[in-house]
């Protein structure tokens, strides 16, 4: 449904995305993974037909995004990651406005959703909050139930409790065949959802794969508290990944193999045990590191 | 065109755009009140022959005012008439295009099924209406206020709607090139500072070479020689060079912004 075909758009200040090349089927939940700064958004923008590639391209269900980009927009839904609406408009006028720009005629699906992300559309656009802003962003993407959703950040500014909602939306447009492309820095916002994930750093694909062997793969870190300083003393000789160690706590990562972790700390006496939030170079150290080696 | 993009944009600047053509249509009743008793003071041409040549030349009022035309026509369309049309074209070119690049929020216009030239030509159409009706509204309120203010004095309809006439298409040119840096660049405040700046050099230009022989040659360079509201209103120019001179210039530069604006990227 999408392909990126060796997209490469270079800045004038040399940024930008380099070969970009991945392809996303029909129906499928693809998570577009990236620190600050790595090109997400400059390829997202590429797939709405907002810049022009420099070399390669890109293609919705056989249309290039650049030359074909407003008939592609009758098959798309779209977050932008940068939310900023017109001024001078209430919720429920933007959307009106944008509903009426592609002659959308059904609105159920939009009250529905409207109704279960819980606002009010009749507040005026400026004095929405983040969350509220993004809610209104979302239903703009969804309501005209498209066959693809290009979403950039799209839970950004939403509690938990909306986050969870969010999801069930997306997983219900997935049953109906929908094909999703959403971008995030962080991998625990997309493993919920997604099939399969690239990875981007500084505008170069680093790995294409399936959410499974990502999580396989990814690195975390558990800050285990024990009863004793000898007892964090003596993790240290265990098969263990020890990481460091401060009084009785020891830090350990572990990559794949939560088994042997649970196995391991059997022989001890374990007070508590806490995830430690990591940024996306340090879940796939070793790609980044891969990737930084022979550079 | 999008319909649905035009009303919601119309809506949008209506305050706006009442409020400039209500503004200008009472400044010009305000003028056209006050003529009688300029034009019974016995001193007034006596006094204008005092001033100097040069001065009077800048605004178009050598030899006198015989009509009620020629007195607005030099009181109001000469200045503030260029004011007033200015800043609206120029605030509301830059708001149209280029806020909405700077803000991000084309992104959302551009996120429906409509083309880039379609966007543009719809929001071109905007502003034009917005000076259709501030233009419209302000000749009507000339054409009006003279009826009814003014007891038998000669006013020359035709040639006064000719001064509205070449003037609505002289703000058809500068909003054209207001729309085109709008639909050329990404900062709204970059877009209006421009188009601004362009503006006042014409005027200045204008001023300048009217004033003062030596830099007569400027004249000609700028814009504004195009409408001499005092000749039009007397009458003793031939206004269909003009006419099409500005109308084909205006529908040029927006042809060329809603072409550059089409195929540029976007930083959205
Ligand atoms: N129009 C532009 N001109 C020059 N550089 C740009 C332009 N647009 C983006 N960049 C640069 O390209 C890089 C990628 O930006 P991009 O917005 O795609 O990142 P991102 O992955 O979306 O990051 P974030 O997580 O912060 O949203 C950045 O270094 C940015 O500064
Ligand atoms: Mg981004």
Redesign the interface.
Known sequence: MIELNGLTKKFSNGKGIFDVTFSIPKGEVFGFLGPNGAGKSTTIRHLMGFIKPSKGKATIDGMDTWKDAAKIQEKIGYLPGEISFLDGMNGMAFLNLVGGMRGMKQTSYRDELIHRLQFDVKTPIRKMSKGMKQKVGIVAAFMHEPEVIILDEPTSGLDPLMQRIFIEIVMEQKEKGTTFLMSSHSFSEIERTCDRAAIIKDGKIVVVENIHDLQQKQRRLFDVTFASEEEAKRIKQSPLDVVSTTDNRAEIAVQGDYNQFIRALGDYQVRNIDIHEQNLEEVFLNYYNKEADPS | M?M??YA?MLK?HAKSISSYAIGSALYLLLIIGIYPSIADAPGLNDLMESMPESFLAAFGMEGGFQHVSDFIAGEYYGLLYVVILSIFCLMTASQLMAR?ID???M??????????K?IAITQAIVLITGLLIIGITTALAGVIGTEVLIEDKPFEAMTFLNVNLVGILLFYVISGYSFLFSSLLNDERQALGLSGLLTIVFYGMDLIGKMSDKFDWMVHLSLFSTFRPVEIARGTVDVWPMITFLFLLGTVLYGVAILVFSKR????
């Open positions: 999008n649905t993009l919601k949008v909405h803000r991000g929020s992104a959302y216009i551009l996120a429906t099924p409509n083309s880039r379609k990227d976007l930083p959205l």
